[in-house]
Nanobody, 130 residues
Framework: QVQLAESGGGSVQAGECLRL?????????????MGWFRQAPGKEREGVAT???????KYADSVKGRFTVSLDNAGNTLYLQMNSLKPEDSAMYFC????????????????????????WGQGTQVNVPS
């Protein structure tokens, strides 16, 4: 099975940057969607950014122009570059992945739906004080 491990979180001042990393292991399928979700205390988990094996990328409106998601294929590492951080970005950030064999259907899959992802990391905390 796929194992995900996030790192790179921390506490930074507003306007500064962080880069989150997610190392994936055990990936043995042909197609995938990977991405980042975040959850603040008392709030629902929300999608932040995803990419898939066809090269499609999706960002939440709240992070467009500030965050960049990318995948280091050689190292099997997913990144989230977070620039111009704001207090409202404070949350636990989770790496997530959905994997399917080549030829399997992706119809009905929603990149920002937590329920559609089968694998999750433990999370890494990001704090941006006001």
């Amino acid at each position: 099975q796929v194992q995900l491990a996030e790192s790179g979180g921390g506490s930074v001042q507003a306007g500064e940057c962080l880069r989150l990393s997610c190392v994936a292991a055990g990936y043995t399928t042909d197609t995938y969607c990977m991405g980042w979700f975040r959850q603040a205390p008392g709030k629902e988990r929300e999608g932040v950014a995803t990419l898939d094996s066809e090269g499609s990328i999706k960002y939440a409106d709240s992070v467009k122009g500030r965050f960049t998601v990318s995948l280091d294929n050689a190292g099997n590492t997913l990144y989230l570059q977070m620039n111009s951080l704001k207090p409202e970005d404070s949350a636990m950030y989770f790496c997530a992945a959905e994997v399917r064999t080549y030829g399997a259907t992706w119809l009905g899959f929603e990149p920002f739906s937590s329920a559609d992802f089968g694998y999750w990391g433990q999370g890494t905390q990001v704090n941006v004080p006001s």
